[in-house]
Protein backbone atom coordinates (compact mmCIF):
# COMPACT_ATOMS: atom_id res chain seq x y z
CA UNK A 1 0.00 0.00 0.00
CA UNK A 2 0.94 3.64 0.05
CA UNK A 3 3.21 4.75 2.14
CA UNK A 4 2.04 7.93 4.75
CA UNK A 5 4.16 8.91 7.47
CA UNK A 6 4.90 11.46 10.47
CA UNK A 7 7.57 13.51 11.25
CA UNK A 8 7.28 13.13 15.23
CA UNK A 9 6.45 10.22 17.05
CA UNK A 10 5.50 12.59 20.04
CA UNK A 11 4.44 15.79 20.87
CA UNK A 12 3.46 17.51 24.34
CA UNK A 13 2.41 21.03 24.42
CA UNK A 14 1.26 23.58 27.12
CA UNK A 15 -2.53 24.12 27.43
CA UNK A 16 -3.23 26.74 25.47
CA UNK A 17 -0.42 26.53 23.15
CA UNK A 18 -1.20 26.07 19.63
CA UNK A 19 -0.14 22.33 18.13
CA UNK A 20 1.09 21.32 14.45
CA UNK A 21 0.83 17.74 13.49
CA UNK A 22 2.81 16.82 10.67
CA UNK A 23 2.33 14.27 7.81
CA UNK A 24 4.31 13.07 4.60
CA UNK A 25 2.38 11.13 1.90
CA UNK A 26 4.47 9.23 -0.64
CA UNK A 27 1.58 8.68 -3.44
CA UNK A 28 1.18 11.51 -5.24
CA UNK A 29 -2.09 10.11 -7.23
CA UNK A 30 -3.92 10.52 -3.59
CA UNK A 31 -6.92 12.70 -3.57
CA UNK A 32 -7.86 12.69 0.03
CA UNK A 33 -6.75 13.15 3.29
CA UNK A 34 -8.56 12.89 6.78
CA UNK A 35 -7.16 13.45 9.99
CA UNK A 36 -8.42 11.23 12.73
CA UNK A 37 -7.85 11.34 16.84
CA UNK A 38 -7.85 8.31 18.46
CA UNK A 39 -8.12 8.46 22.49
CA UNK A 40 -7.18 5.09 24.82
CA UNK A 41 -9.38 2.56 24.41
CA UNK A 42 -11.56 3.86 21.59
CA UNK A 43 -11.80 3.89 17.87
CA UNK A 44 -10.34 6.86 15.36
CA UNK A 45 -12.47 9.91 15.88
CA UNK A 46 -13.10 11.79 12.24
CA UNK A 47 -11.78 15.48 12.96
CA UNK A 48 -11.30 17.28 9.56
CA UNK A 49 -10.78 16.17 5.85
CA UNK A 50 -9.33 17.84 2.64
CA UNK A 51 -9.55 17.00 -1.07
CA UNK A 52 -6.61 17.41 -2.95
CA UNK A 53 -7.81 20.25 -4.72
CA UNK A 54 -7.86 22.41 -1.89
CA UNK A 55 -4.83 23.88 0.03
CA UNK A 56 -6.41 24.70 3.46
CA UNK A 57 -9.52 23.72 5.15
CA UNK A 58 -10.56 25.27 8.76
CA UNK A 59 -13.12 23.11 11.05
CA UNK A 60 -13.44 24.36 15.15
CA UNK A 61 -9.83 25.13 16.33
CA UNK A 62 -8.25 22.80 14.03
CA UNK A 63 -6.83 23.66 10.77
CA UNK A 64 -5.54 21.20 7.97
CA UNK A 65 -2.91 22.68 5.51
CA UNK A 66 -2.17 20.46 2.47
CA UNK A 67 1.01 20.84 0.26
CA UNK A 68 0.56 18.66 -2.94
CA UNK A 69 3.92 19.78 -4.38
CA UNK A 70 6.22 18.11 -1.12
CA UNK A 71 3.67 15.80 -0.26
CA UNK A 72 2.84 17.32 3.28
CA UNK A 73 0.13 17.26 5.18
CA UNK A 74 -0.53 19.03 8.91
CA UNK A 75 -3.11 19.46 11.24
CA UNK A 76 -3.19 22.87 13.62
CA UNK A 77 -5.12 23.23 16.70
CA UNK A 78 -5.10 26.32 18.64
CA UNK A 79 -5.65 26.80 21.96
CA UNK A 80 -4.77 23.13 22.80
CA UNK A 81 -6.99 21.74 26.07
CA UNK A 82 -5.89 18.87 27.86
CA UNK A 83 -8.68 16.74 26.37
CA UNK A 84 -7.03 17.23 22.93
CA UNK A 85 -4.70 14.50 24.24
CA UNK A 86 -4.77 11.33 21.85
CA UNK A 87 -2.77 9.96 18.83
CA UNK A 88 -3.31 11.40 16.03
CA UNK A 89 -3.53 9.52 12.00
CA UNK A 90 -3.44 11.14 8.95
CA UNK A 91 -5.03 8.72 6.49
CA UNK A 92 -5.09 8.87 2.66
CA UNK A 93 -7.45 7.16 0.52
CA UNK A 94 -5.62 4.67 -1.66
CA UNK A 95 -5.94 4.81 -5.48
CA UNK A 96 -7.72 3.16 -7.72
CA UNK A 97 -10.46 1.77 -5.98
CA UNK A 98 -11.06 4.67 -3.99
CA UNK A 99 -11.69 3.07 -1.42
CA UNK A 100 -8.98 1.80 0.46
CA UNK A 101 -7.98 4.11 3.35
CA UNK A 102 -3.85 3.81 4.40
CA UNK A 103 -2.78 4.93 8.08
CA UNK A 104 0.15 7.11 8.78
CA UNK A 105 2.50 5.84 11.87
CA UNK A 106 0.18 8.52 14.04
CA UNK A 107 1.52 10.88 16.74
CA UNK A 108 1.05 11.02 20.52
CA UNK A 109 -0.21 14.53 21.32
CA UNK A 110 -0.21 15.34 25.39
CA UNK A 111 -1.13 18.23 26.89
CA UNK A 112 0.37 19.75 29.92
CA UNK A 113 -1.94 21.60 31.97
CA UNK B 1 -28.44 6.30 14.82
CA UNK B 2 -24.76 7.77 13.77
CA UNK B 3 -22.71 5.06 15.43
CA UNK B 4 -21.16 1.98 14.53
CA UNK B 5 -21.38 -0.66 17.00
CA UNK B 6 -18.92 -3.50 17.81
CA UNK B 7 -19.73 -6.85 19.83
CA UNK B 8 -18.51 -7.83 22.07
CA UNK B 9 -15.97 -5.47 23.18
CA UNK B 10 -13.67 -7.83 24.58
CA UNK B 11 -12.78 -11.35 23.41
CA UNK B 12 -10.01 -14.10 24.81
CA UNK B 13 -10.26 -17.15 22.75
CA UNK B 14 -7.60 -20.28 22.60
CA UNK B 15 -6.45 -21.49 19.31
CA UNK B 16 -8.12 -24.51 18.41
CA UNK B 17 -11.69 -22.40 19.27
CA UNK B 18 -13.98 -20.60 16.26
CA UNK B 19 -15.31 -17.36 17.22
CA UNK B 20 -16.74 -14.32 15.36
CA UNK B 21 -16.83 -10.59 15.49
CA UNK B 22 -20.13 -8.52 15.23
CA UNK B 23 -20.63 -5.00 13.45
CA UNK B 24 -23.02 -3.06 12.85
CA UNK B 25 -24.55 0.02 11.54
CA UNK B 26 -27.41 1.63 10.54
CA UNK B 27 -26.52 4.87 8.36
CA UNK B 28 -27.05 3.38 5.15
CA UNK B 29 -23.50 3.51 4.28
CA UNK B 30 -22.55 0.95 1.54
CA UNK B 31 -19.13 0.31 2.31
CA UNK B 32 -17.71 -1.27 5.25
CA UNK B 33 -13.97 -2.42 6.96
CA UNK B 34 -12.57 -4.57 8.88
CA UNK B 35 -9.19 -3.54 10.50
CA UNK B 36 -6.56 -4.97 12.87
CA UNK B 37 -4.40 -2.68 15.35
CA UNK B 38 -1.69 -3.48 17.59
CA UNK B 39 -0.87 -1.50 20.48
CA UNK B 40 0.95 1.97 19.30
CA UNK B 41 0.85 1.03 15.69
CA UNK B 42 -1.90 2.48 13.09
CA UNK B 43 -5.08 0.38 12.16
CA UNK B 44 -4.23 -2.07 8.95
CA UNK B 45 -6.56 -2.31 6.66
CA UNK B 46 -7.65 -6.14 6.15
CA UNK B 47 -11.16 -6.36 3.93
CA UNK B 48 -13.18 -4.08 2.35
CA UNK B 49 -17.11 -4.71 1.27
CA UNK B 50 -18.72 -2.57 -0.73
CA UNK B 51 -22.74 -3.33 -1.53
CA UNK B 52 -22.48 -6.30 0.49
CA UNK B 53 -19.67 -7.72 -2.12
CA UNK B 54 -15.54 -8.50 -0.79
CA UNK B 55 -14.00 -5.50 -3.01
CA UNK B 56 -10.55 -5.78 -1.22
CA UNK B 57 -8.52 -8.25 0.76
CA UNK B 58 -5.34 -6.76 1.65
CA UNK B 59 -3.82 -10.63 1.59
CA UNK B 60 -5.16 -11.49 5.14
CA UNK B 61 -4.31 -14.88 6.35
CA UNK B 62 -7.33 -17.75 5.87
CA UNK B 63 -7.94 -18.14 9.40
CA UNK B 64 -10.14 -14.63 9.49
CA UNK B 65 -13.00 -15.13 7.23
CA UNK B 66 -15.65 -11.70 6.72
CA UNK B 67 -18.90 -12.33 6.18
CA UNK B 68 -21.56 -9.77 4.71
CA UNK B 69 -24.95 -10.67 5.73
CA UNK B 70 -26.58 -7.58 4.52
CA UNK B 71 -25.83 -3.95 4.04
CA UNK B 72 -26.18 -2.99 8.35
CA UNK B 73 -23.82 -5.54 9.12
CA UNK B 74 -20.23 -6.94 9.20
CA UNK B 75 -18.96 -10.36 10.90
CA UNK B 76 -15.28 -11.40 10.83
CA UNK B 77 -14.94 -15.06 12.00
CA UNK B 78 -11.96 -16.50 13.38
CA UNK B 79 -10.45 -19.82 13.68
CA UNK B 80 -7.26 -21.35 14.60
CA UNK B 81 -5.67 -18.04 15.31
CA UNK B 82 -2.21 -17.49 16.73
CA UNK B 83 -1.06 -15.42 19.86
CA UNK B 84 0.39 -12.99 17.39
CA UNK B 85 -3.04 -11.92 15.95
CA UNK B 86 -4.15 -10.55 19.87
CA UNK B 87 -4.96 -6.92 18.75
CA UNK B 88 -7.81 -4.28 18.31
CA UNK B 89 -10.16 -5.41 15.86
CA UNK B 90 -11.80 -2.19 14.02
CA UNK B 91 -15.14 -1.86 12.22
CA UNK B 92 -15.83 1.16 10.20
CA UNK B 93 -18.35 2.62 7.39
CA UNK B 94 -18.08 4.58 4.74
CA UNK B 95 -20.13 8.09 4.71
CA UNK B 96 -21.29 9.73 1.38
CA UNK B 97 -18.67 12.36 1.96
CA UNK B 98 -15.89 9.73 2.31
CA UNK B 99 -15.54 9.76 5.66
CA UNK B 100 -15.34 7.35 7.68
CA UNK B 101 -17.43 5.96 11.05
CA UNK B 102 -15.50 3.62 13.13
CA UNK B 103 -17.05 1.49 15.99
CA UNK B 104 -14.98 1.26 19.36
CA UNK B 105 -13.30 -1.98 18.21
CA UNK B 106 -13.38 -5.22 19.64
CA UNK B 107 -10.23 -6.65 22.54
CA UNK B 108 -8.81 -9.81 21.22
CA UNK B 109 -6.49 -11.52 23.03
CA UNK B 110 -5.56 -14.99 21.59
CA UNK B 111 -4.23 -17.56 24.16
Known amino acids: GESVGLHLPTLSVQEGDNSIINCAYS??????FIWYKQESGKGPQFIID?????DKRQGQRVTVLLNKTVKHLSLQIAATQPGDSAVYFC????????????FGTGTSLTVIP | DTEVTQTPKHLVMGMTNKKSLKCEQH?????MYWYKQKAKKPPELMFV???????INESVPSRFSPECPNSSLLNLHLHALQPEDSALYLC??????????FGPGTRLTVT
Open chain 1, 91 to 102: AEIGTPTGNQFY
Open chain 1, 27 to 32: NSASDY
Open chain 1, 50 to 54: IRSNM
Open chain 2, 27 to 31: MGHRA
Open chain 2, 49 to 55: YSYEKLS
Open chain 2, 92 to 101: ASLGTGDEQY
